[in-house]
């Protein structure tokens, strides 16, 4: 049985204060039968580490450095996110791919790195409305996952979650529906059976974009929907909660 996950992606959003208010609205609602998570900006992980400390809450980041170490100015490698308290990080957000150029290659190094660390990867596939479109949403997230499936080992798959996001709902408060979201979340499962029929049953695949608490109830409740990644909602401690509970 696998045990649904919430997770809010705060993006570049955030103050000391702002960390502080939103965490303790999250603190004082915790649902008891599901996994939360939080992804601070990096400035504010430690302090998300801290003021989580003792709670089931979890804390990750938004990225992570492709490089273990050394003169890469501006990064950020994951034995630093382990070193921090991080417990999970994305990799491969749309807005990454499509703003910073990250490739699927890019993705397998990064989730390797998180690995290596002791981290689980959060990694996020989706396609864009014009992929949609010519109907080609499928052949998009197959080929994003293709190379994780052909290179990661069946205990690799245990630090891994899929988050699905269409890029089309992402910040737009255009949301999936049910139907579509569990039909892309039932192929990615199919997908997942290359690797084994463990793996494809095990793994968490989370879906995102535009993700409300009006809406939540009904996406996660999708047989192959295991909880959501949340953006712009989780910014409102009562919305982010309501969907945590939803
Ligand atoms: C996201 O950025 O991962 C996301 C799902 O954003 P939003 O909920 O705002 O669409």
């Known amino acids: ?44 992980i430690t302090q ?14 938004q990225n992570v450095a492709a490089e273990e170490s050394g003169a890469f100015t501006g990064e950020v490698s994951a034995a630093m996110l382990a070193d921090i308290g991080c417990s999970m990080a994305l990799v ?11 490739r699927d290659y890019d993705v397998l190094v990064k989730v390797r790195q998180l690995m290596a660390n002791g981290i689980t990867a959060v990694v996020c596939v989706g396609e864009t409305i014009e992929q949609r479109k010519a109907v080609r949403e499928e052949s998009v997230v197959s080929e994003q996952l293709s190379l994780l499936i052909a290179e990661l080992s069946n205990a690799d798959w245990e630090k891994i ?23 892309m979340h039932a192929f990615i499962r199919s997908e997942l059976k290359k690797v084994s029929d463990t793996v494809a049953e095990k793994t968490r695949i ?3 974009g535009s993700v409300k608490a009006a809406s939540a ?4 409740s999708q047989p192959d929907i295991d909880g959501g990644l949340v953006g712009g909602a989780s910014l409102d401690a009562a919305e982010f909660t309501a969907i945590c509970r939803a």
């Open 1 to 44: 049985m696998r045990r649904q996950l919430v997770a809010g992606n705060w993006k570049m959003n955030a103050s000391s204060e702002m960390t502080g208010s939103l965490l303790t609205g999250v603190l004082e609602n915790l649902p008891a039968d599901r996994d939360i998570a939080v992804f601070p900006p990096f400035p504010y």
């Open 48 to 61: 998300a580490v801290a003021e989580t400390a003792g709670t089931p809450v979890m804390v990750g980041a």
């Open 92 to 102: 491969g957000h749309s807005e990454r791919r499509a703003l910073y150029g990250e």
């Open 217 to 220: 109830a009904e996406l996660f």
């Open 206 to 208: 989370l879906y995102g």
């Open 161 to 183: 979650i899929i988050a699905y996001e269409p890029v089309w709902a992402i910040g737009t408060g255009e949301t999936a529906t049910p139907e579509q979201a569990q039909a």
